[in-house]
């Protein structure tokens, strides 16, 4: 019988692959599986982290938060960067556009010892915020990047935590950012760059273009670079290392419904072959328990049970599940009535191979990015985008 369990993965042996790749390196952190669980406003709370964090070595990054309501001690924020006490490495996400306020942010986290590493968003591509400036529009501006980026280093200094960055290639092909952005957080001192394949105009569409990815990477020999879009798979993963030469790999929606893929991500860095591919029976105890880990996460039964809800596609991808029982599943209200219904799930069913691989989670399509008015006319701010760049800190969601 197929499990799921930590330690006892399942996929038939095939030829070793044996990784080459070194542990990462941030600032004074070691993370053995250069592995990264990617920040996603929504879903990297503790009780996904956990599910995650049992499978396999990495480093798990909270869901983002603004830096604004941070410093505002918003109670939503301040649950949002809450780890769970096994957490060795508290790894917080930090989105702000305006460099006294993520100075702010960064020095709260430093002098309340919230944080072992922090880590900036500019590739939110959700219009609200590049509208205003903010995520992936940011980095255009070179002179507002370095002072946010150089201002939160020199924070993250002060208590010797890391600080990295995650960007987007830019905000079209036209208007490409990655490189420049990639040399100023260099310059500015970060301990690592990840770079999301794709520009803000393809949201999550398309492919990610990971020859992007190479040229950071060979433009930075002095820094470690992360590599990020469309690993859905411990292979995907080891063929971007391969490809890329990255020192590590970030994966977002990959493991959505997924957890366990950190376990084959660990098998794949350390050259073992098993992977894990979970029978239905299995699948629904890890939906159980992740709908168990929420209630705990917000001490709220129903906002619980409505936020596994989403999660519903992604775990039973590709498995044997009827419409009529995933509408349902789509609509629990409780932990009984969830138990219920997973319980008549056909216990038998296998893992169903590649109908349960590849892409999975947020597509969308291409568009425009939505702008500041005259923003791509020039490199630096202007006295009016100084002043209304303010309004971009906003609480958003998204990366
Ligand atoms: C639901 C969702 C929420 C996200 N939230 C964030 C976020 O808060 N911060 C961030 O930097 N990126 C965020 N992202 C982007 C991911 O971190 C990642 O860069 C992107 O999904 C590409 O990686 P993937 O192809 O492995 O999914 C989010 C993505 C998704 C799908």
């Known amino acids: 019988m197929p499990t799921v369990l930590p330690g006892a993965p399942t996929g038939a042996p095939a030829e070793p692959v044996r990784l080459e790749l070194p542990p990462l390196h941030l600032g004074r952190l070691t993370v053995d599986t250069p592995v ?160 999301h394949g794709r520009t803000a105009a393809q949201f999550y569409s398309g492919t990610a273009d990971w020859s992007a990815i190479a040229r950071l990477r060979e433009a930075l020999p002095d820094v470690p670079v992360l590599g990020n879009g469309d690993i859905w798979s411990a292979e995907d993963a080891v063929r971007m290392v391969r490809e890329t030469g990255v020192d590590g790999v970030v994966v977002g929606r990959g493991c959505q419904g997924r957890p366990w893929l950190f376990g084959d991500l660990q098998a794949a860095f350390e050259g073992r072959a098993d992977r894990i591919q979970p029978g239905l029976a299995e699948v629904g105890e890890a939906f159980f328990r992740h709908a168990q880990l929420l209630v705990e996460y917000f001490e709220d039964e129903g906002k619980a049970l409505r936020d596994i809800r989403k999660h519903v596609a992604w775990y039973f991808k590709g498995y044997a599940v009827g419409g009529e029982l995933r509408a349902r599943l789509a609509q629990v209200n409780t932990l009984e009535e969830l138990r219920g219904l997973l319980g008549t799930l056909d216990a038998d069913a296998p893992y169903p191979g590649a109908d349960a691989e590849g892409p999975r989670g947020r597509a969308g399509s291409p568009k425009r990015p939505a702008l500041p008015d005259r923003w791509l006319e020039s490199r630096t701010m202007d006295s009016d985008q100084t002043r209304d760049i303010a309004a971009a800190e906003l609480d958003v969601s998204g990366g």
């Open 36 to 195: 990264v669980l990617a920040p996603m406003a929504g879903i990297t709370n503790t009780a996904f982290r956990r599910l995650c964090r049992e499978f396999g070595g990495g480093l798990y990054v909270a869901e983002m938060v603004t830096s604004r309501a941070l410093v505002e001690r918003h109670p939503e924020s301040l649950r949002m960067i809450r780890h769970d006490d096994d957490e060795t490495v508290r790894s917080v996400q930090l989105y702000g556009v305006d460099p006294v306020t993520v100075g702010q942010a960064v020095r709260m986290l430093v002098e309340e010892d919230l944080a072992d590493h922090i880590d900036l968003n500019f590739g939110c591509p959700v219009p609200k915020v590049t509208k205003r400036g903010g995520g992936s529009a940011l980095p255009w501006k070179t002179d507002l990047f370095t002072q946010i980026v150089t201002t939160a280093v020199r924070e993250a200094d002060q208590g010797g935590l890391p600080l990295t960055v995650k960007m987007r290639k830019g905000i079209d092909e036209d208007h490409l950012t990655y490189l420049e952005a990639g040399r100023i957080a260099r310059d500015a001192g970060v301990a690592a760059v990840a770079l």
